[in-house]
Nanobody
Framework: QVQLVESGGGLVQAGGSLRLSCVASVRTFGIYAMAWFRQAPGKEREFVVAINWSDGSTYYSNFVKGRFTISRDNAKKTTYLQMNSLKPEDTAVYYC?????????????????????WGQGTQVTVSS
Protein backbone atom coordinates (compact mmCIF):
# COMPACT_ATOMS: atom_id res chain seq x y z
CA GLN A 1 0.00 0.00 0.00
CA VAL A 2 1.38 3.36 -1.04
CA GLN A 3 0.69 6.28 1.22
CA LEU A 4 1.45 9.96 0.88
CA VAL A 5 1.20 11.96 4.07
CA GLU A 6 1.21 15.75 4.03
CA SER A 7 1.94 18.01 6.95
CA GLY A 8 2.79 21.63 7.66
CA GLY A 9 -0.47 23.38 6.89
CA GLY A 10 -1.95 26.01 9.15
CA LEU A 11 -3.13 29.57 9.53
CA VAL A 12 -0.85 32.41 8.49
CA GLN A 13 -1.24 36.09 7.79
CA ALA A 14 -0.89 37.48 4.30
CA GLY A 15 2.76 37.92 3.44
CA GLY A 16 3.79 35.08 5.71
CA SER A 17 5.36 31.72 4.96
CA LEU A 18 4.65 28.04 5.45
CA ARG A 19 6.52 24.88 4.52
CA LEU A 20 4.56 21.79 3.58
CA SER A 21 6.02 18.30 3.64
CA CYS A 22 4.90 15.11 1.95
CA VAL A 23 6.37 11.77 2.93
CA ALA A 24 5.97 8.75 0.69
CA SER A 25 5.52 5.45 2.44
CA VAL A 26 6.56 2.95 -0.17
CA ARG A 27 7.37 -0.71 -0.34
CA THR A 28 8.17 -1.64 -3.88
CA PHE A 29 7.41 1.27 -6.12
CA GLY A 30 10.00 3.82 -7.03
CA ILE A 31 9.33 7.49 -6.83
CA TYR A 32 9.21 9.01 -10.29
CA ALA A 33 7.83 12.42 -9.46
CA MET A 34 5.83 14.24 -6.87
CA ALA A 35 3.47 17.14 -7.24
CA TRP A 36 1.39 19.53 -5.24
CA PHE A 37 -2.18 20.44 -6.09
CA ARG A 38 -4.64 22.56 -4.20
CA GLN A 39 -8.38 22.87 -3.96
CA ALA A 40 -10.29 25.83 -2.61
CA PRO A 41 -13.95 25.53 -1.53
CA GLY A 42 -16.24 25.39 -4.53
CA LYS A 43 -13.35 25.20 -7.00
CA GLU A 44 -11.69 22.46 -8.96
CA ARG A 45 -8.41 20.98 -7.88
CA GLU A 46 -5.59 22.91 -9.52
CA PHE A 47 -1.96 22.17 -10.18
CA VAL A 48 0.67 24.02 -8.18
CA VAL A 49 4.06 22.46 -8.93
CA ALA A 50 5.76 19.16 -9.72
CA ILE A 51 9.27 17.78 -9.45
CA ASN A 52 10.83 14.96 -11.42
CA TRP A 53 12.54 12.70 -8.93
CA SER A 54 15.46 11.55 -11.09
CA ASP A 55 16.82 14.90 -12.24
CA GLY A 56 15.05 17.40 -10.03
CA SER A 57 13.49 19.25 -12.93
CA THR A 58 10.45 21.25 -11.94
CA TYR A 59 7.29 22.68 -13.40
CA TYR A 60 5.58 25.59 -11.67
CA SER A 61 2.18 27.04 -12.29
CA ASN A 62 2.35 30.71 -13.22
CA PHE A 63 0.55 31.93 -10.13
CA VAL A 64 3.21 30.59 -7.74
CA LYS A 65 6.38 31.32 -9.65
CA GLY A 66 8.77 33.32 -7.54
CA ARG A 67 6.82 32.65 -4.34
CA PHE A 68 6.77 28.86 -3.93
CA THR A 69 9.70 26.46 -4.14
CA ILE A 70 9.56 22.69 -4.38
CA SER A 71 12.42 20.47 -3.29
CA ARG A 72 13.03 16.83 -2.52
CA ASP A 73 15.01 14.65 -0.16
CA ASN A 74 15.66 11.32 -1.82
CA ALA A 75 16.78 9.54 1.30
CA LYS A 76 13.71 10.59 3.23
CA LYS A 77 11.35 10.09 0.26
CA THR A 78 10.00 13.49 1.06
CA THR A 79 9.07 16.52 -0.97
CA TYR A 80 8.80 20.01 0.47
CA LEU A 81 6.83 23.01 -0.65
CA GLN A 82 8.19 26.28 0.69
CA MET A 83 5.51 28.93 0.34
CA ASN A 84 6.48 32.58 0.77
CA SER A 85 4.58 35.84 0.30
CA LEU A 86 1.32 34.02 0.86
CA LYS A 87 -1.89 35.64 -0.27
CA PRO A 88 -5.49 35.07 0.85
CA GLU A 89 -6.20 33.49 -2.53
CA ASP A 90 -3.66 30.76 -1.67
CA THR A 91 -6.14 29.47 0.90
CA ALA A 92 -6.96 25.87 0.01
CA VAL A 93 -6.43 22.26 0.91
CA TYR A 94 -3.04 21.27 -0.49
CA TYR A 95 -2.60 17.73 -1.78
CA CYS A 96 0.52 15.77 -2.55
CA UNK A 97 0.41 13.40 -5.53
CA UNK A 98 2.67 10.87 -7.22
CA UNK A 99 2.50 8.82 -10.41
CA UNK A 100 2.79 5.04 -10.60
CA UNK A 101 5.37 5.26 -13.36
CA UNK A 102 7.60 7.74 -15.18
CA UNK A 103 5.99 11.01 -16.14
CA UNK A 104 4.93 11.45 -19.71
CA UNK A 105 5.16 14.66 -21.68
CA UNK A 106 6.04 17.71 -19.65
CA UNK A 107 2.89 19.41 -20.86
CA UNK A 108 0.93 16.71 -19.05
CA UNK A 109 2.47 17.33 -15.66
CA UNK A 110 -0.34 19.67 -14.50
CA UNK A 111 -3.03 17.10 -15.24
CA UNK A 112 -4.54 15.19 -12.32
CA UNK A 113 -4.74 12.18 -14.70
CA UNK A 114 -0.96 11.82 -14.51
CA UNK A 115 -1.06 10.92 -10.81
CA UNK A 116 -2.15 7.68 -9.20
CA UNK A 117 -1.50 8.29 -5.52
CA TRP A 118 -2.85 11.13 -3.44
CA GLY A 119 -2.42 12.28 0.12
CA GLN A 120 -5.25 13.25 2.40
CA GLY A 121 -4.50 16.96 2.12
CA THR A 122 -3.43 19.67 4.52
CA GLN A 123 -5.33 22.91 5.06
CA VAL A 124 -3.60 26.22 4.38
CA THR A 125 -5.46 29.35 5.42
CA VAL A 126 -4.11 32.82 4.70
CA SER A 127 -5.80 35.67 6.49
CA SER A 128 -5.86 39.21 5.12
Amino acid sequence: QVQLVESGGGLVQAGGSLRLSCVASVRTFGIYAMAWFRQAPGKEREFVVAINWSDGSTYYSNFVKGRFTISRDNAKKTTYLQMNSLKPEDTAVYYCAAPRGPMTYRSRWPSTDEYDYWGQGTQVTVSS
